[in-house]
T-cell receptor
Framework: DAGVIQSPRHEVTEMGQEVTLRCKPISGHNSLFWYRQTMMRGLELLIYFNNNVPIDDSGMPEDRFSAKMPNASFSTLKIQPSEPRDSAVYFC????????????FGQGTRLTVV | DAKTTQPPSMDCAEGRAANLPCNHSTISGNEYVYWYRQIHSQGPQYIIHGLKNNETNEMASLIITEDRKSSTLILPHATLRDTAVYYCIVRAYFGNEKLTFGTGTRLTIIP
């Protein structure tokens, strides 16, 4: 398996524009997580899904952020409109639902909002 | 999930054992200790986890004290590629699946 695949790897956009980050989890994994990492706040969990259903979105910063998982092999994180303070590295991770199994992280998307 | 405390940074000579401590004094009986690391510009990588017995795999060893209030991750023969931020995380055996990352320990391997 190629692991968790995120796209794009880098994104530069202007303030006010819509940004969509994409994630393909490892085949057979039914839990998916979106994290954001900044120097100031470290790694923060934004939302996670089990079997394509959002379970905990308490980390989503505000209404400008939305996440979807239309099927088991694809998820998106959308920011609309984007702001400079959204600049960060966004990671997607997946794992099986078995207890105490490890989570596998993608390489991340580095987002810069200017 | 219980809170963890780690030193912000450590150095270790290449080829020596790196011992990374973690305090989790409020850990409860159903919580596991997980270790992940993050090499610069990459996503976090799982290392090892345990409940109360010591654990060893191809990457590292995990030593958990008898009272489970602290643990030590041991990299037996550190290489330059082990330079990374190491995160100690406590998570319940069942229930919420999420991993909550703290600030971790920045380990630098010195040639």
């Amino acid at each position: 398996d190629a692991g968790v695949i995120q796209s794009p790897r880098h994104e530069v956009t202007e303030m006010g524009q819509e940004v969509t980050l994409r994630c393909k989890p490892i085949s057979g994994h039914n839990s998916l997580f979106w994290y954001r990492q900044t120097m100031m706040r470290g790694l923060e969990l934004l939302i996670y899904f089990n079997n394509n259903v959002p379970i905990d979105d308490s980390g989503m910063p505000e209404d400008r952020f939305s996440a979807k998982m239309p099927n088991a092999s694809f998820s998106t994180l959308k920011i609309q409109p984007s702001e400079p303070r959204d600049s960060a590295v966004y990671f997607c991770a997946s794992k099986t639902q078995e207890m105490n199994t490890e989570a596998f992280f993608g390489q991340g998307t580095r987002l810069t909002v200017v | 999930d219980a809170k963890t405390t780690q030193p912000p940074s450590m150095d270790c000579a290449e080829g020596r054992a790196a011992n990374l401590p973690c305090n989790h004094s409020t850990i409860s009986g159903n919580e596991y200790v997980y270790w992940y690391r993050q090499i610069h510009s990459q996503g976090p990588q799982y290392i090892i986890h345990g409940l109360k017995n010591n654990e060893t795999n191809e990457m590292a060893s995990l030593i958990i004290t008898e009272d489970r209030k602290s643990s030590t991750l041991i990299l037996p023969h550190a290489t330059l590629r082990d330079t990374a931020v190491y995160y100690c995380i406590v998570r319940a055996y069942f229930g919420n699946e999420k991993l909550t990352f703290g600030t971790g320990t920045r380990l630098t391997i010195i040639p």
